[in-house]
């Protein structure tokens, strides 16, 4: 993770949960009110935690938890998206292992960071959350070289590598700069000023991206508006 997204973060209150060995929660700190405003607060309490979830998301959160515990060490951060009543909220989330004076007592803290704020100015997108390799990164959208759809997510290209995004491409496009990014392709969506090639050909249309010259193909229903957009028309 880099050193300016830790530095960010060390810079936020988080919201914390202590978890009993059954992932009930013992006690939270008054941020997680704020962090979850929207769900109640007896909500918080009742059940355990896999209940706060959805139910394709439960087997992944508990395999993170009993990981945890079980290995008694720090789970680094991760990456949550939430959303209710059609907004966002990106948390980076760390498990920390509690060791108690009997071992059958020793509990989780979970610590949530709410990094909205460093990710979305006026529902636009100034930072990109992505994840490599398990650690987050916050990529500024001109690093970005292209994006492609796959299936539900993204993959993200940047000269620095390749990254994975929870956001479908269409959620993401949504929130970038129209005069940034052009969605080309129904499976791709380009950074314009990261375009060195247009090659049109008797079939097909397509552009060069990137300092490697990856090459995608222009739909012919983007094509017409593209070359407006780029001053070929």
């Given amino acids: 993770m880099s050193r300016t997204l830790i530095s960010m973060i060390e810079q936020l209150e988080p919201g914390v949960v202590i978890l009993n060995n059954d992932l009930t929660v ?21 059940g355990d935690l896999l209940g706060l979830h959805r139910e394709d998301a439960r087997a992944k959160v508990a395999g993170t ?3 945890a515990h079980q290995t008694r060490r ?29 071992p059958a ?36 959208p001109e690093e970005i070289v292209f994006l492609k759809a796959d299936n539900i997510y993204a993959s993200i290209y940047a000269e620095s590598g390749e990254y994975h995004c929870d956001m479908s491409l269409g959620a993401i496009e949504k929130r970038l700069s129209g005069e940034m990014f052009f969605r080309i392709h129904r499976s791709y969506l380009v950074n314009i000023a990261r375009v060195r090639k247009v090659h049109r050909e008797r079939h097909e249309c397509s552009v060069e991206v990137g300092e490697e010259e990856v090459r995608l193909p222009i739909s012919r229903d983007k094509l017409q508006d593209f070359l407006v957009e780029i001053g070929l028309k």
Avoid: W
Wanted: proline fraction near 4%; charge should be positive.
């Fill in 65 to 67: 938890l009993r990981l």
């Fill in 26 to 46: 013992s006690s939270i700190s008054s941020m997680i009110f704020l962090i979850f405003a929207n769900t109640p607060r007896e909500r918080l309490f009742e």
């Fill in 74 to 102: 720090h789970i680094p951060l991760s990456l949550k998206i939430i959303s209710t009543e059609g907004q966002d909220r990106y948390l980076a989330v760390k498990l920390l292992s509690l060791a108690e004076r009997e």
């Fill in 105 to 140: 007592d020793d509990k989780i803290c979970a610590l949530f960071y709410d990094i909205t704020p460093l990710i979305l100015a006026e529902r636009k997108l100034i930072r990109l959350p992505v994840t490599l390799r398990g650690e987050i990164h916050l990529l500024k």
